[in-house]
Each structure stands twice: as structure tokens, then as C-alpha cells.
């Protein structure tokens, strides 16, 4: 299996930040990367796929980079409505695996 | 616009047998194309990919769970289905179902998922 890890694990931001989150493949997965946003009780939503194309429907703020094993995910300007969970997943190969997660709070 | 809706018992008890159906609408399983999945969410924790099924039938699972878990479809009632045997209350979670997109396996479309506690 390819073990996803995220860093950091929890930020504490303030609304109009500029937010970076990692993740890291534990080997190389092109650009199969996805990222999610979770509300609480709620389903993930797919925000970035292919490491850095916006799903329709996302918000401009959210921006993906990355390939091989290094990905970001950046918020260009917090949002109230931003302050949830983000994963990661890898569509490389099955098992496909998430990232723990990375939850964004008030500061 | 795809919609999927998961159903089946909240609770089950120990050594006995999970079985959910997610109901698909808004688009048809057997026009094929993409893949409809599976996922868990222990309580508090992060995310697991089950596995998926192909309109045709084909399927791929975790190996972690490949022993005891089963997808299938059910074309003519446009909806697939999980079956898990032998559950602990380790598989006590929030099974959600959902649809990959056009690009590789991302999954852009959600069910709202539903709890499923294994307890006697």
C-alpha cells in the first residue's frame, strides 16, 4: 500500500490567510493526487484533482501543486466557511489511500 | 446531476453480516464509464477506501478487507451494493458510497453516507 502522511495535522489560521497544506506519497505517484474538504458530519468533497485541477465547482481560493510524492494544497484567503477537514487521497494504484487528515481552525 | 443514496441497518450485530445498497439517480450505472465505490469513516478518524465495481461487474478491493467484503450491481435498479461478513466493532463506522470522476478514480460524487454500528 502507499502510505499518505500530512502536515501539518492541525493549523490554526485567521480569516483572509494565506494557507498551506502538505502531503507526501511514500513513493512516486505522478500526479494521481486528490484533495478533499470534509464538514463536519457531512461527506468529503472533491476540491483538486490530478494534483492541481479544479473540480468544478470549487472555490478559485483553492489551489493543488505537486508531483511524484511531494503535493500542496493552498488556500488562497481563508474563508469562515474553510475552517474543516482536508485529506489527500492517491489514485495511483489500489489500495487507494488518504492522508489522516489535516483540520484548519480559528486562531 | 448524480445523486447517490445509501441505505441498510444502523446496527449489526457482532459475527453477523454488514449488507448496504447505494441507490444511484440523475445518471445510469449501465451507461458505464465510471467506477462506483465504497468507503468507511471510523468515528473521529480518517478516511478508508473499500473498493470498487465497474457497470460490468468488475471489481477491486482492499486487501485489508478483501477476505471478507463483496460489491456488486444491480443494473436494472440503477444501484450497487456492500456486503461485509464476519463484523467486529471495529467495523463500527459511516459507510459512504460514491462515484469516480472523468479524469483517474477521484471521487466527485458523494453519498451523504450513513452510520453503521456493530454492537449486540
Known amino acids: 500500500d502507499i502510505q499518505m502522511t500530512q502536515s501539518p495535522s492541525s493549523l490554526s489560521a485567521s480569516v483572509g490567510d494565506r494557507v498551506t497544506i502538505t502531503c507526501r506519497a511514500g513513493?512516486?505517484?505522478?500526479?494521481?493526487l486528490n484533495w478533499y474538504q470534509q464538514k463536519p458530519g457531512r461527506a468529503p468533497k472533491l476540491l483538486i484533482y490530478?494534483?492541481?485541477s479544479l473540480q468544478s465547482g470549487a472555490p478559485s481560493r483553492f489551489s493543488g501543486s505537486g508531483s511524484g510524492t511531494d503535493f500542496t494544497l493552498t488556500i488562497s484567503s481563508l474563508q469562515p466557511e474553510d475552517f474543516v477537514t482536508y485529506y489527500c487521497?492517491?489514485?495511483?494504484?489500489?489500495?487507494?489511500?488518504f492522508g489522516p487528515g489535516t483540520k484548519v481552525d480559528i486562531k | 446531476q448524480v445523486q447517490l443514496q445509501e441505505s441498510g441497518p444502523g446496527l449489526v450485530k457482532p459475527s453477523q453480516t454488514l449488507s448496504l445498497t447505494c441507490k444511484v439517480s440523475g445518471g445510469s450505472i449501465s451507461s458505464g464509464g465510471y467506477y462506483w465505490s465504497w468507503i468507511r469513516q471510523h468515528p473521529g478518524k480518517g478516511l478508508e477506501w473499500i473498493g470498487y465495481?465497474?457497470?460490468?461487474?468488475?471489481?477491486n478491493y482492499n486487501p485489508s478487507l478483501k477476505s471478507r467484503v463483496a460489491i456488486s450491481v444491480d443494473t436494472s435498479k440503477n444501484q450497487f451494493s456492500l456486503t461485509l461478513t464476519s463484523v467486529t466493532a471495529a467495523d463500527t463506522a459511516v459507510y459512504y458510497c460514491a462515484r469516480d470522476g472523468d479524469y483517474r478514480w477521484e471521487l466527485a460524487y458523494w453519498g451523504q453516507g450513513t452510520l453503521v454500528t456493530v454492537s449486540s
Open positions: 490530478a494534483a492541481s
Open positions: 487521497q492517491q489514485t495511483y494504484s489500489t489500495p487507494f489511500t
Open positions: 513513493q512516486s505517484i505522478d500526479s494521481y
Open positions: 465495481i465497474y457497470y460490468s461487474g468488475s471489481t
